[in-house]
């Protein structure tokens, strides 16, 4: 077994001692500012990923640092309360492994959210966008030895988001008295926001959505064959870059995230319910 293996075994047993019969069917990873969904999650057992053997600590502002295990929506899940980055000196090993920990804990669903910058000229802040498919300028976490106990060398990546259950969230979405935008989303290294003229690149090139995470965890989650939910929260309109006035800002960003959680929490947690 590889040593990444041995680390990630050893997370996963701590977990299971301290979570005993609970069995989660549901992974979730809360971007900037979304943490307060986990707060919705009853019968709680917190653990601070300080705690947990081997595993990082995220450092980045609106990233609270838990790994929390209870029932939302009727079912058992274990949610990341804040996620870990690649611009945060982490290895690709590193910023995955919680979701490696979550497929040795029975998870097959996984559900991802990240504040965004909105490409898509028609997106307003506030708007939620369900991930059609996504373009990678992170780079690939299974680069290194394969896992084999995990995935195959070379996993398929044609559908990385699962459109079963993007038809269930807009339906939810509609009921609940919102529209669920669709589109794809891209992903840099960070930390520093993106100039004029690559957030002009990234819309030519078909982005809707830029943020900072997101598309390493979804490719080690397709790897480990998990089923694939995200969302991005639009907290900027990067499009309007053209005003010379325009500037990016982290608080704003985490305000705006806060403002679109009670949406999100709707949204995740009737999706859950039907799993």
Same mark, same amino acid.
């Given at each position: 077994m590889l040593e990444i293996e041995v680390k990630i075994h050893e997370a996963a047993s701590?977990?299971?001692?301290?979570?005993?019969?609970?069995?989660?069917v549901a992974g979730i990873i809360l971007g900037s500012g979304l943490g307060s969904l986990a707060e919705k999650i009853l019968d709680a057992v917190v653990i601070p990923y300080k705690d947990i053997p081997n595993f990082p600590v995220s450092t980045a502002v609106g990233h609270k640092g838990n790994l929390i295990i209870g029932k939302l929506g009727g079912k058992v899940v274990v949610c990341m309360q804040g996620r870990i980055h690649y611009y945060e000196g982490y290895t690709m090993q590193q910023v995955t492994m919680g979701v490696r920990v979550m497929k040795l804990l029975g998870v097959e669903y996984l559900l991802v959210s990240c504040a965004c910058g909105g490409l898509n000229p028609t997106f307003r802040v506030g708007d939620i966008? @369900?991930?059609?498919?996504? %373009? =990678?300028?992170?780079p690939n976490p299974l680069i290194g030895p394969n896992l084999d106990s995990f995935g195959t060398r070379f996993p398929d990546m044609s559908h990385?988001?699962?459109?079963?259950?993007?038809?269930?969230a807009k339906e939810i979405a509609l009921q609940n008295g919102f529209v669920?935008?669709?589109?794809?989303?891209?992903?840099?290294?960070?930390?520093?926001?993106?100039?004029?003229?690559e957030y002009k690149f990234m819309h030519f090139i078909g982005g809707d959505a830029v943020a900072m995470s997101t598309i390493p965890e979804v490719i080690? @989650?397709?790897?480990?064959? %998990? =089923?694939v939910f995200g969302v991005?929260?639009?907290t900027n309109e990067s499009a309007d870059t053209a005003n010379e006035e325009y500037k990016n800002d982290e608080q704003d960003v985490i305000k705006a995230a806060d403002a679109a959680v009670s949406r999100m929490t709707v949204l995740f947690t009737t999706l859950i319910s039907k799993l």
């Open positions: 701590f977990v299971k001692e301290k979570i005993g019969d609970y069995k989660p966008m @369900a991930i059609e498919d996504h %373009i =990678n300028f992170l990385p988001y699962d459109s079963r259950l993007i038809s269930i669920l935008k669709t589109g794809t989303y891209v992903a840099g290294s960070g930390p520093s926001y993106e100039t004029k003229a080690v @989650a397709r790897h480990c064959g %998990i =089923n991005c929260i639009i």
